[in-house]
């Protein structure tokens, strides 16, 4: 399978089969990653994790050099 393609199996709501299970009746659908989630990908995460990593090292040098006195 080529890099970027998700595997993906049509199912019915009341299978009782562990997830992964295939059967041999099930149509088998191959789509891109892409294709898959829908939509893209916001970068909020990207800022969200930048400034709160930034905001700890603050704390932290705040703390440090607040309990050395």
């Known amino acids: 399978m080529p890099p970027g393609v998700g595997f993906h199996t049509i199912r ?3 299978d009782t089969e562990p997830p992964g299970a295939v059967m041999a009746d099930e ?3 191959h789509v891109s990653t892409e294709e898959a989630r829908s939509g ?3 970068r909020v995460t990207l800022y969200v994790l930048g400034i709160s ?3 700890v090292v ?3 040098a705040a703390l440090l050099i607040f ?3």
Do not use: G, S
């Open 12 to 14: 019915n709501d009341n």
């Open 27 to 29: 149509k088998q659908i």
């Open 40 to 42: 893209e990908t916001p």
């Open 53 to 55: 990593l930034a905001l």
């Open 58 to 60: 603050v704390l932290f």
């Open 67 to 69: 309990f050395q006195r």
